[in-house]
């Protein structure tokens, strides 16, 4: 493994300033760093953020099509969106790893954020522990590969 693929999706590109009660005061560029920082020798971090729906689809596309492992946090589109599920089934049915992940643990707040449209397609699913969930994916994607 040489790249992982670290996407995220809506409104994370606000982090550091949203709702620091709930994500906490670090931003995006905080988290490259963390990751960097934690990745093995010769692993290049690949992470991006959109909020466009289509955007994160045509990132997965591309993860298929260099065989990259994916770390994904959809954000509000794990909850709803059957085309970024689709899209991340393409990536697992290859028998490339992705973890999907979130900051904080959906579980333990709105009902409309206990369902997930993806887990059911993710290789497993890790939540709950702030940025150290990506760190602890970025370990099972190792792992995985
Ligand atoms: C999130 C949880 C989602 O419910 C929410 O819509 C997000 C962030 C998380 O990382 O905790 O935007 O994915």
Known sequence: MSRVMVL???????????????????DLSALRVLLVEK??????????????EAELVHWLHEAVDARTPVILNPAAFTHYSYALRDAA????????????VHISNPHAREE??????????????????????YVLALEAVRRAG
């Open 112 to 133: 409309f954020r206990h369902r997930s449209v993806i887990s059911g397609i993710a290789t497993g699913v890790i939540a709950g522990f702030g940025f150290d969930s």
């Open 39 to 52: 990745a093995a020798e010769g692993v290049e971090i690949d992470l991006r953020q959109t909020d466009d």
């Open 89 to 100: 089934a393409l990536v697992t049915k290859a028998g490339i790893p992705l973890v999907e």
């Open 8 to 26: 995220n999706g809506p409104n994370l590109g606000r982090l550091g300033s949203r709702e620091p009660d709930v994500y906490g005061n670090q």
